[in-house]
């Protein structure tokens, strides 16, 4: 399932756009919730130009860039493991950012927004943790986790494949943090995807949430 991409002019208009990341490739994969996943070898400084800073992070070895789209005041990258692709993964890291958002929406707000629209998506139910405050670079920020125990997979139809059809729903979850810079918002998520799981014990908890992000980090905001 692909979302079509809309300005983010508003609260819950901007939520929307957020959701394309983690719905833009709906293949099945056979993977299980485990962030226990290798992620061998040395990371490198990854650095983006967004809007008028420079966002950095860390990108694990074995992962590659598989989309990138600027328009309309968003800016979005994302990265998948060299073996997968949009289409069909099952970790992902996305980066967004909205331009001029900074002023109207805190980071927290902005991720309570997207809670609930990501209600909409998700056939199953909603999980999501608060994790708290956070600064990068001097830049307020907000983190949490969010996920879904049965994601849909619905594919519409193409002309490569001219006939719509669903297939097994797979379950979603993913850590967020959200940092307001100088005036832009920024997003960047970890996700993964695999088996459906139960709301009360799922595979991404405050507990084990520093062990899964913790190849991508520091983030850094100039």
């Known amino acids: 399932m692909k979302l079509a991409l809309c300005s983010p002019i508003g609260l819950f208009q901007g939520a929307s756009v957020l959701l394309l990341c983690s719905l833009i490739g709906s293949e099945p994969v056979q993977a299980t919730l485990d962030i226990a996943r290798s992620e061998s070898g040395a990371a490198h400084t990854h650095v983006l130009p967004v809007f008028g ?132 918002l920024y997003l960047l998520h970890k996700s993964m995807r695999g088996a459906v799981f139960s709301a009360d014990k799922p595979p991404l908890q405050a507990d084990n949430s520093q062990d899964f992000i913790s190849a991508l980090v520091p983030f850094s905001l100039k």
């Open 53 to 184: 800073q420079q966002l950095g992070f860390n990108l694990p070895a074995g992962w590659k860039q598989a989309y990138h789209e600027e328009q309309a005041g968003m800016f979005m990258a994302e990265y998948v493991p060299e073996q997968e692709a949009l289409t069909q993964w099952s970790a992902l890291f996305c980066v967004q950012g909205f331009k001029d958002m900074a002023e109207s929406i805190s980071p927290e707000r902005f991720l309570d927004a997207m809670a609930q629209t990501y209600k909409s998506t998700c056939d199953g139910e909603v999980v999501y943790q608060k994790l708290g405050d956070t600064e990068v670079d001097g830049h307020e920020g907000f983190k949490a986790i969010l996920g879904c125990t049965a994601m849909p997979n619905i594919h519409n139809a193409t002309q490569v494949n001219p006939k719509a059809y669903a297939s097994i729903p797979q379950g979603e979850i993913g850590y967020y943090t959200v940092v307001s810079g100088n005036k832009d």
